[in-house]
């Protein structure tokens, strides 16, 4: 439809310089600029460098996905921008370009949550989420799960993790075997020739004593820890670490703990749909569990394709135009970049 909202995306978050450009529920463009390859060497992003990159990149990626959409600035409806949660430095760059391009062309501005982004970002993909639904956002930042009565408006949280998150995890075990940064990709390959039940590691507060206090909870460095002490006794006997079985039984233990919660939200709830979202839903066993799980139940899942998944412009644009078309107030322009900004604030 002619009449959509055409919004532009934002994103520098992280590490990955994002431009993405929808009109309704259409993606007509998302152009990614990452600096992975400058922090794969520290085995972490490195917050400096981040905000570095994002500001070679920003102009250069915005006239790319302006070019692959086909538009011009003057056609676009309104820019959106992610506000936080994430790097302090990083955002800034996004924020910044933002009110800039907004202020040259006269267009309206919305700063938005990160995280709600991540939920919206599925409606490109499948079309008008239906609400109430539970979403799971699982990457290297964030682990948590919340209910969505209203995306405009705001989101509860049911739960998140208590220590590390999820993708953190599995960075973090990649990097104990071995394997390149970030890990997820690498552990989701090598899981492939594993063994998923060679070895036992634990399912982080799943125990009935955590379960009263921690529900919806996540824990994944205990798990991050057998793996460890499991490697190390390997090593110390001086016997090879199998690696594929080890990445399959940290993975499947992962998987386990994230899809039964998610499902325990959703029909506790009673609700039919689980969204999930973020890098660590690129998961192919993530992915393939859910589904399998959900379906019992008559649940179902929404996951978007594994590049929607981990952080980009379109993401921004797609809860942009959810906002437009429900006919929430632009942001005022002098809207910050908050690195802590909660999970319950969709819009600044
Ligand atoms: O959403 P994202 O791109 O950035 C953050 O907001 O953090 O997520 C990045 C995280 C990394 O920890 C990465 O290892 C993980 O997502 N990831 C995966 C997979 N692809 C990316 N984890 C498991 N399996 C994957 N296939
Ligand atoms: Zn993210």
């Known amino acids: 439809m002619a009449d959509e909202p055409l919004v532009l995306g934002i994103e520098t978050s992280c590490d990955e310089t994002g431009v993405g450009i929808v009109r309704g529920h259409t993606l007509l463009a998302d152009a990614i600029a990452s600096s992975v390859e400058q922090h794969a060497r520290f085995g972490g992003v490195v917050p400096e460098v981040a905000s570095r990159a994002h500001l070679e990149a920003i102009v250069p990626t915005m006239d790319r996905a302006l070019k692959e959409a086909g538009v011009t600035l003057a056609d676009i409806d309104a820019i959106a921008v992610t506000s936080g949660p994430g790097l302090a430095g990083a955002l800034l760059v996004g924020v910044a370009a933002a009110k800039g391009y907004a202020l040259a062309a006269e267009k309206p501005v ?89 070895i036992g590691f634990p399912r982080g507060l799943t125990a009935a004593k955590d ?46 703990v ?36 959900a379906a019992k139940h008559g649940i179902r899942v929404r996951v978007p394709r594994p590049k929607l998944c981990t952080d980009n412009g379109a993401m921004v644009a797609a809860l942009g135009s959810h906002l437009v078309a429900a006919g929430v107030t632009p942001s005022r322009l002098d809207l910050p970049a908050d690195s802590a900004l909660p999970l319950t604030t969709v819009s600044v």
Not at 140 to 160: F, I, K
Not at 226 to 235: L, P
């Open 258 to 293: 994230l899809t039964a919660k998610a499902l325990d939200a959703c029909r506790a709830n009673g609700i039919e749909t689980l969204v999930i979202g973020g890098g660590v839903a690129a998961n192919s066993r993530l992915r393939a569990m859910a589904e399998h799980r």
């Open 110 to 198: 919305y700063g938005v949550n990160h995280l709600a982004a991540h939920v919206a970002v599925d409606t490109l993909e499948h079309g008008p989420l239906p609400e109430p639904a539970v979403a799971m956002l699982v990457s290297g930042g964030h682990s948590s799960l919340l209910l969505v009565d209203d995306l405009a408006r705001g989101v509860t949280p049911l739960g998140a993790t208590i220590d590390d998150a999820a993708g953190e995890a599995f960075d973090k075990v990649a990097r104990l075997l071995g394997l390149p940064f970030p890990g997820g990709p690498y552990i989701d390959r090598e899981a492939r020739a594993g063994d998923p039940a060679a």
């Open 211 to 256: 379960l009263a206090a921690h529900r919806y909870d996540f824990s994944f460095s205990g798990l991050k820890t057998a793996v460890a002490r499991w490697v190390e006794a390997r090593q110390r006997a001086g016997e090879p670490v199998p690696v594929a079985d080890v990445a399959a039984s940290f993975q499947e233990a992962v998987c386990d």
